[in-house]
Structure formats: C-alpha cells, structure tokens
Nanobody
Framework: QVQLVESGGGLVQAGGSLRLSCTAS????????MGWFRRAPGKERVFVGA????????TFGDSVKGRFTISRDNAQNTVYLQMDGLKPEDTAVYYC????????????????????WGQGTQVTVSS
C-alpha cells in the first residue's frame, strides 16, 4: 500500500518559515520525482514546486520562486519543502505527490500526471 505522509504544517506569522516533510512508503522512492502542490480555500490546486528523482533539478511556481526550496533524501524516502518569507497568501493545504521518473522536468507542474498523493498538511500564515 502506497502512502505519502506530510508533516510540519502549522501557524506562522508573515515573514516566518516552515519546513514541510513528506515521507513515502510502498514505493521505490528513487523512481519518482516528487512534487508539492497547494490548495487554498475556494481555489484550485496550484503547483508549488518539484524535484527530480536524482535531486539535482528543481522547478517552482512563479508565486514561490526565490522563497521556497525543495530537497530530498532518497535513503530516508523523504522530500522536504522549505518555505521562507511566508505571506498570508501562502495559506493553504499543502500536498506532496509522486510522479513517475519517465516524465521530464517540463511535466512537473501537471498535477494530473502524478501517480500518488498525500493527505495534505495545513499551513496558515497570519498577517
């Protein structure tokens, strides 16, 4: 059974930082690119960023470029989303997802291409 479990969400003031973690089980983690998406109340799911299975390439949505970074530890089956300079508009439920490595970097923002999803973790940024 495949599971992606996010953790690290919470309440933070604007300008603060959080680090989200997502630990996978039931898959061969190194065979997947890993992505992060978010959904704010009443809005559609949005691509946040993703990291290649090798860990040597990342891509981000325009709204978080320069503020968020992604890393992964294949030995621990875990991907991280470091969020700095948080803004109230970053408030959302954050989801990690696994994308088969047959896809190229150009497909990282295609939510429908992802094979597995976590349940999400709430991030709330107060002004």
């Amino acid at each position: 059974q495949v599971q992606l479990v996010e953790s690290g969400g919470g309440l933070v003031q604007a300008g603060g930082s959080l680090r989200l973690s997502c630990t996978a089980s039931g898959i061969i983690f190194s065979r997947y690119h890993m992505g992060w998406f978010r959904r704010a109340p009443g809005k559609e799911r949005v691509f946040v960023g993703a990291i290649k299975w090798t860990g040597d390439a990342t891509t981000f949505g325009d709204s978080v470029k320069g503020r968020f970074t992604i890393s992964r530890d294949n030995a621990q089956n875990t991907v991280y989303l470091q969020m700095d300079g948080l803004k109230p508009e970053d408030t959302a439920v954050y989801y990690c997802a696994a994308l088969g490595r047959r896809y190229s970097v150009g497909n990282f923002d295609r939510g429908n291409a992802y094979d597995y999803w976590g349940q999400g973790t709430q991030v709330t940024v107060s002004s």
